[in-house]
C-alpha cells in the first residue's frame, strides 16, 4: 500500500444478498463505522436492485454505491441486463466486471469483459476489473502468464488516459468464498505482476498510479497482512462485507 502514489480502495461485492430493506439497514449500520476514514475509498457494489436504496442510505456519508456488472450496448435487444447509461443516469459511478462467478456460472469470456470494460469507461463510469487464476492453473506454476494473459486482453483497447478509471482486482478463485486466503507473499507477487504487465502497456507512471487490489477471502484478520505488502492497493470483499463489524475492521487496517 502506498498511499503517496496511488488510493487505497476498500469495496464491497454483495454479489447477490441483501434486499433494499436489508441493504438500508446494513450502510446504516457500518456508515458511522467508517466514518472519517479517509485513508481510503470505501464502496459497496450491490444488486441493480438493491442500488437505490443503498445510495439513498449512503447519503451525505463517505461510502460510494457501485454496480456488479454492466452490459456493453447501450440499450436494446439484450433480455436482462443493464447499461453503462443506465447506471450513470441512476448516479452510479463505479462498477464491477469480470468477476470470477460471471467467468464461471455466466460464460463471459476475457472478450466480452473487455467490451463491458471499454463501454463502461466510454460512458465515464470507474470499473473495478477483476481476474485471477484458478487453483489448476496455480498449482501448474502458469500464475504470472495467466494474470499477464488476463491483463492484457481485458484492458485491449483501453487507452492511458482511460487508465485513471480503472481499478483492477486480482482474485485468485481458489480463494474465492473457499476460506483460503493467498499469503500475503502470494499477493505481493501476483499484484506485482500485474503492476509490470500495466508498466509494459503504459509506462511506469500509468502502472505505478493504478489501484489494484487483493480479493478472496480477506477479512478482519488476515486484511492487516495483506494491506501491509507494497502493491496491494486496497481489497475487494465478499463474505465480509456483509457483516458490519467486520467490513469496519478492514477499512480500519487500511488506515
Ligand atoms: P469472499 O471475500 O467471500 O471470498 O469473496 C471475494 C470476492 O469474490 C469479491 O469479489
Redesign the pocket.
Known amino acids: 500500500m502506498n498511499p503517496t502514489k496511488r488510493r487505497t480502495v476498500i469495496?464491497g461485492?454483495w454479489?447477490m444478498n441483501f434486499t433494499p430493506a436489508e441493504a438500508t439497514a446494513f450502510i446504516n449500520e457500518v456508515k458511522p463505522l467508517v466514518a472519517g476514514k479517509d485513508n481510503c475509498d470505501v464502496i459497496f457494489c450491490a444488486p441493480y436492485v438493491t442500488i437505490a436504496a443503498a445510495q439513498e442510505a449512503a447519503k451525505g456519508s463517505n461510502i460510494k454505491i457501485g454496480a456488479e456488472n454492466v452490459h456493453f450496448a447501450e440499450k436494446g435487444a439484450y433480455t436482462g441486463e443493464v447499461s453503462a447509461q443506465m447506471l450513470t443516469a441512476c448516479g452510479v459511478e463505479y462498477v464491477?466486471i469480470g468477476?470470477?462467478?460471471r467467468r464461471q456460472y455466466f460464460g463471459e469470456t476475457d472478450e466480452t469483459v473487455n467490451l463491458r470494460t471499454k463501454a463502461a469507461l466510454a460512458a465515464g463510469m470507474k470499473v473495478i476489473l477483476?481476474l485471477g487464476e484458478v487453483k489448476e492453473q496455480r498449482l501448474s506454476g502458469i500464475t504470472d502468464e495467466v494474470v499477464a494473459m488476463q491483463t492484457k486482453l481485458d484492458l485491449l483497447g483501453v487507452t492511458a488516459d482511460q487508465m485513471k478509471n480503472v481499478i483492477i482486482?486480482y482474485?485468485p478463485v481458489w480463494?474465492?468464498?473457499?476460506?483460503l486466503t493467498a499469503t500475503p507473499e502470494q499477493a505481493e507477487e501476483t499484484c506485482g505482476v500485474i503492476r509490470k504487465t500495466l508498466a509494459a502497456l503504459y509506462g511506469e507512471e500509468v502502472a505505478e498510479a493504478t489501484t489494484i487490489q487483493y480479493?478472496?477471502?480477506?477479512?478482519e484478520k488476515n486484511a492487516g497482512e495483506l494491506l501491509a505488502k507494497p502493491n496491494v492497493d486496497g481489497g475487494?470483499?465478499?463474505?465480509?462485507?456483509l457483516v458490519a463489524e467486520k467490513f469496519k475492521a478492514i477499512v480500519d487496517a487500511a488506515q
Not at 480463494?175 to 476460506?179: E, K, L, R, W
Not at 480479493?215 to 477479512?219: A, I, L, W
Not at 475487494?236 to 462485507?241: D, K, M, V
Request: hydrophobic share 35%.
Open positions: 469495496a461485492n454479489k464491477i468477476h470470477s462467478e477483476c482486482a482474485e480463494a474465492i468464498g473457499t476460506g480479493g478472496g477471502s480477506m477479512n475487494l470483499i465478499g463474505g465480509a462485507s
